[in-house]
């Protein structure tokens, strides 16, 4: 806290700063000056920096154009202490939320930069703006001379850092805003990367703040939003997010100004938002026949009369799409890589008062287990990775992810990775679901991670799906397949595992499911699969895997494709039940899932066992890995543990034997004491 005995110079550094952004021939704005009305819409919206609405005005802001002609909003904010440049959380990154998830406004309102970032925030939520430069002034007059002294913090904030920025550089001042300097300023930023230890960090504590802001959504529209059926929220997310995504240059975001709660023909709310969803998707090149489908089932909802009736001048849609923009809008624009619309899916369906099958059938599985079983399948950027009951496409996400860590890795022409991305998105990965609500929330997915959404089909991959996913009946050419089934289908879903794999020549496949399928349930499935598929290894998974959403013991059974199960053939059983995880099933706690053992590392552990063999062994003990065999005609054996060992040991013998002589010397003793007694002694 600044001594309440020192005078801010804060005028001083913003007469000093402006000054010299006039001396570089700078079209800059000071505080109360309008820039455009997209980004003065945008702070005007955002929360302010004490947590009220509106009112974020940085003390100086430009809007630079590189030789590209992209667009760089500058904001800049100024402070008059010594020590009110920028605070820091424990990782060393810019601490603008506190340990809760929550924005921390002390910081914010405190410190220059972690002001300026504040703003850059507001620019990505409600603007086409996808980098911002982020920069705090601040300073001090010496004692002696009376100087004025000021130090100067410049940051990156994008979609590509999560909002959270980087430090581009240090500066003694802002000359890099210079006509003649600001390309090799932009060249220095777009050179910036993070590590992926970084990035997993970021996305960790990104997702912490999205699973807290889906279900105050959530709760929110739950309680007061009445008429609005489950399947009409999924909808309705589904809506404003596409419509609010926009893409540069050719189809604006739609605004929550844009829609005016009128009641006349083809101009209500429902109307708006449906012809930019249209607009959207007609750039995006999908297949007319999804295109359709995905605007007739939108339709249903969205142009209902009562949703779009007028109360004290606000529609139902308008007010719920504010909600939905201002709640979530941040986090579906800034880019993570992660089953941003699966969190949302879980959440909303934990409302809903499913039968327990139902409920099996349609939880989600948590981002770091379907992690696991891309990595079980052994998923590279050259896999072609297909779901035959994608949910919301939260398996495919995972597998898009491992394959463009994979394609970063080896591909160093930035040309060909670019390449690679794409092909990555559009043409290596394929899911196939059945249920229409679930399946917008499978298209939104690919849509938000960059397009892979033409390969989501709404088909029954049992009944109405033979191999072809183009126009031109082009089989897709499968090697990697991740599942995690409705159990409540034939064998508990190892009907799709048989029908998967029976379509596939080669490579691997992972699939978690419940346990029973392999100890009877689905023993004639079972049978049927090892004819030409090997299994590799069987994984007993937490019994609390899914905690709050079902009750059910499953296992991860890893095939290799295309070569038939032989009876001496060596499978891997790994009882994973401690997966370093705990647990808990709290409504308020804004942290569910605590890494108590070391989880990382057992993850990845599992992952070398099946892949390389106990010589891995390291956390884990041959109690909990044991390699055996099965019978390929049974099909009910896949579920086997580290046998017990009966027969005593000669250590044992001696332990006993041990024992019970200090067993018989204390009975001896005590009676020698007890005669002692009796005879006075």
């Known amino acids: 806290m600044a001594n309440q005995n020192i005078q801010s110079v804060e005028p001083n550094i913003a007469d000093i700063i402006n000054t010299q952004l006039k001396s570089y021939n700078l079209d800059y704005k000071l505080e109360q000056e309008s820039l455009n009305d997209e980004i003065d819409k945008a702070l005007s919206e955002y929360l302010s920096k004490s947590g009220g609405k509106g009112g974020n005005r940085p003390d100086a802001k430009l809007l630079l154009q590189d030789k590209n002609l992209n667009y760089y909003p500058i904001l800049i904010e100024y402070k008059g202490y010594k020590d009110k440049l920028v605070k820091f959380d424990i990782n060393g990154q810019v601490e603008n939320n506190t340990s809760k998830n929550e924005p921390h406004y002390k910081n914010i309102s405190s410190y220059a930069v972690n002001g300026a970032i504040h703003y850059a925030n507001a620019i990505l939520h409600y603007t086409s703006y996808t980098d911002v430069i982020a920069i705090g002034v601040t300073g001090y007059k010496e004692d002696t001379s009376g100087e004025i002294k000021y130090s100067i913090g410049v940051y990156y904030v994008s979609k590509s850092n999560f909002g959270l920025g980087q430090e581009v550089d240090k500066f003694t001042d802002l000359s890099f805003l210079?006509?003649?300097?600001?390309?090799?300023?932009?060249?220095?930023?777009?050179?910036?990367?993070?590590?992926?230890?970084?990035?997993?960090?970021?996305?960790?504590?990104?997702?912490?703040?999205?699973?807290?802001?889906?279900?105050?959504?959530?709760?929110?529209?739950?309680?007061?939003?009445?008429?609005?059926?489950?399947?009409?929220?999924?909808?309705?997310?589904?809506?404003?997010?596409?419509?609010?995504?926009?893409?540069?240059?050719?189809?604006?975001?739609?605004?929550?100004?844009?829609?005016?709660?009128?009641?006349?023909?083809?101009?209500?709310?429902?109307?708006?938002?449906?012809?930019?969803?249209?607009?959207?998707?007609?750039?995006?090149?999908?297949?007319?026949?999804?295109?359709?489908?995905?605007?007739?089932?939108?339709?249903?909802?969205?142009?209902?009369?009562?949703?779009?009736?007028?109360?004290?001048?606000?529609?139902?849609?308008?007010?719920?799409?504010?909600?939905?923009?201002?709640?979530?809008?941040?986090?579906?624009?800034?880019?993570?890589?992660?089953?941003?619309?699966?969190?949302?899916?879980?959440?909303?369906?934990?409302?809903?008062?499913f039968t327990q099958d139902k409920l099996n059938d349609v939880v989600l599985t948590p981002s770091y287990v379907?992690?696991?079983?891309?990595?079980?399948?052994?998923?590279?950027?050259?896999?072609?990775?297909?779901?035959?009951?994608?949910?919301?496409?939260?398996?495919?996400?995972?597998?898009?992810?491992?394959?463009?860590?994979?394609?970063?890795?080896?591909?160093?022409?930035?040309?060909?990775?670019?390449?690679?991305?794409?092909?990555?998105?559009?043409?290596?990965?394929?899911?196939?679901?059945?249920?229409?609500?679930?399946?917008?929330?499978?298209?939104?997915?690919?849509?938000?991670?960059?397009?892979?959404?033409?390969?989501?089909?709404?088909?029954?991959?049992?009944?109405?799906?033979?191999?072809?996913?183009?126009?031109?009946?082009?089989?897709?050419?499968?090697?990697?397949?991740?599942?995690?089934?409705?159990?409540?289908?034939?064998?508990?879903?190892?009907i799709f595992v048989e029908k998967a794999l029976s379509m596939m020549s080669g490579g691997y496949a992972a699939i978690i499911i419940q346990s029973s399928a392999g100890s009877g349930k689905a023993a004639d499935y079972n049978k049927k699969i090892l004819e030409n598929n090997t299994l590799i290894a069987s994984i007993k998974m937490p019994i609390d895997l899914f905690v709050g959403k079902s009750n059910v013991q499953t296992n991860i059974y890893v095939f290799r494709v295309?070569?038939?199960?032989?009876?001496?053939?060596?499978?891997?059983?790994?009882?994973?039940?401690?997966?370093?995880?705990?647990?808990?099933?709290?409504?308020?706690?804004?942290?569910?899932?605590?890494?108590?053992?070391?989880?990382?590392?057992?993850?990845?552990?599992?992952?070398?066992?099946?892949?390389?063999?106990?010589?891995?062994?390291?956390?884990?003990?041959?109690?909990?890995?044991?390699?055996?065999?099965?019978?390929?005609?049974?099909?009910?054996?896949?579920?086997?543990?580290?046998?017990?060992?009966?027969?005593?040991?000669?250590d044992d013998f001696k332990k006993t034997v041990s024992a019970y002589l200090v067993f018989e010397v204390a009975n001896i003793l005590k009676r020698q004491n007890e005669a002692n007694d009796s005879l006075g002694k």
């Open 178 to 353: 210079k006509k003649n300097n600001f390309d090799d300023f932009i060249k220095t930023v777009k050179e910036l990367s993070l590590t992926q230890d970084e990035i997993e960090k970021l996305k960790e504590k990104k997702e912490k703040e999205i699973n807290a802001s889906l279900v105050a959504l959530n709760n929110d529209i739950y309680k007061n939003e009445k008429g609005l059926g489950e399947n009409d929220r999924v909808y309705l997310v589904a809506a404003s997010i596409i419509a609010t995504l926009g893409i540069p240059g050719k189809v604006s975001p739609l605004e929550k100004s844009d829609l005016k709660s009128k009641q006349e023909q083809e101009e209500k709310d429902g109307d708006i938002i449906i012809r930019k969803i249209k607009s959207f998707l007609n750039y995006k090149n999908l297949p007319e026949t999804k295109k359709d489908l995905i605007l007739r089932t939108l339709q249903n909802t969205l142009l209902t009369d009562n949703i779009n009736k007028a109360v004290n001048g606000e529609s139902q849609l308008k007010r719920v799409f504010s909600k939905i923009v201002d709640d979530l809008g941040i986090y579906y624009k800034i880019g993570l890589t992660t089953d941003f619309t699966g969190k949302l899916f879980n959440e909303m369906y934990s409302w809903l008062g």
């Open 562 to 650: 295309g070569e038939p199960h032989q009876n001496d053939d060596i499978v891997k059983f790994i009882d994973f039940s401690n997966d370093g995880y705990t647990r808990t099933n709290r409504k308020k706690s804004s942290i569910n899932l605590k890494d108590t053992d070391n989880a990382k590392q057992r993850y990845q552990e599992i992952v070398d066992l099946v892949r390389f063999g106990k010589n891995k062994l390291n956390i884990f003990t041959e109690k909990e890995y044991y390699e055996g065999h099965i019978d390929t005609q049974n099909g009910a054996d896949w579920n086997q543990s580290s046998p017990v060992d009966t027969i005593p040991k000669l």
């Open 370 to 494: 379907a992690t696991l079983l891309v990595k079980l399948a052994r998923v590279n950027k050259d896999s072609y990775v297909w779901d035959f009951a994608t949910g919301s496409a939260g398996l495919l996400v995972a597998a898009m992810n491992e394959m463009l860590i994979d394609a970063k890795e080896k591909i160093k022409s930035p040309q060909e990775l670019g390449q690679k991305t794409i092909k990555i998105k559009a043409e290596q990965l394929l899911g196939l679901e059945v249920l229409s609500s679930i399946y917008m929330l499978a298209v939104l997915n690919m849509i938000l991670m960059g397009d892979g959404s033409s390969n989501i089909l709404n088909k029954d991959s049992l009944n109405d799906f033979d191999g072809n996913y183009t126009d031109e009946n082009e089989k897709f050419p499968a090697n990697a397949f991740i599942l995690n089934p409705p159990y409540s289908a034939k064998g508990n879903g190892m």
